[in-house]
Antibody
């Protein structure tokens, strides 16, 4: 069974940093591209990062480019999201997600999420 | 970026109703190989989003056949027939063809 378990969320001040983790199990982690998706308090869903199976390629929307870094450790079956220069609009539930196939064109499997609150 | 416009924002329903939700993209979601990556999700409070439909019209494992997807190019529809209590929540479409991947704004399916 595919399992994705996020951790690392919390309360952080504007301008601060936070690193999220996603522990994967039940599948060959190193074979799959992975993503982070967030849901804002206004219930808007936004894809925020994607990384290829080997980690060589990463993708971001303009809203987080230069501030967020996605990475992975295939030996530890863990996905990461390093967030810096955090803003109030980054407040959201953050989910790691995977597709059915090794590439991502949809999100078939989701973790339970970890909450990030950016507030003074 | 591809803008995905989802309508309606809110959809009051009665159990047993049939409803449709629409997603329209600002450019075609068909790639150069002829594949179209449009998917639909249901997000219930306190849970993670769940994939319902991928590739326009393919039901994900375990999804009841009262959910169906259709469309092409820039116009897509999710139909739900015979609505049940467990169908209530927020519905989203996602275009996975172009980078960055973009979601529709969501439709809240709620009881009248």
């Amino acid at each position: 069974e595919v399992q994705l378990v996020e951790s690392g969320g919390g309360l952080v001040k504007p301008g601060g940093s936070l690193k999220l983790s996603c522990a994967a199990s039940g599948f060959t982690f190193s074979s799959y591209a992975m993503s982070w998706v967030r849901q804002s308090p206004e219930k808007r869903l936004e894809w925020v990062a994607e990384i290829s199976s080997g980690g060589s390629y990463t993708y971001y929307p303009d809203t987080v480019t230069g501030r967020f870094t996605i990475s992975r450790d295939n030996a530890k079956n863990t996905l990461y999201l390093e967030m810096s220069s955090l803003r109030s609009e980054d407040t959201a539930m953050y989910y790691c997600a995977r597709d059915q196939s090794t590439m991502i064109t949809s999100f078939a499997y989701w973790g339970q999420g970890t909450l990030v609150t950016v507030s003074a | 970026d591809v803008v995905v416009t989802q309508t309606p924002l809110s959809l009051p329903v009665s159990f047993g109703d049939q409803v449709s939700i629409s997603c329209r993209s600002s450019q075609s979601l068909a790639n150069s190989y002829g594949n179209t990556y449009l998917s639909w999700y249901l997000h219930k409070p306190g849970q993670s989003p769940q994939l319902l439909i991928y590739g326009i019209s393919n039901r994900f494992s375990g999804v009841p056949d009262r959910f169906s997807g259709s469309g092409s190019g820039t116009d897509f529809t999710l139909k739900i027939s015979t609505i049940k209590p467990e169908d209530l929540g927020m519905y989203y479409c996602l275009q996975g063809t172009h980078q960055p991947r973009t979601f529709g704004g969501g439709t809240k399916l709620e009881i009248k």
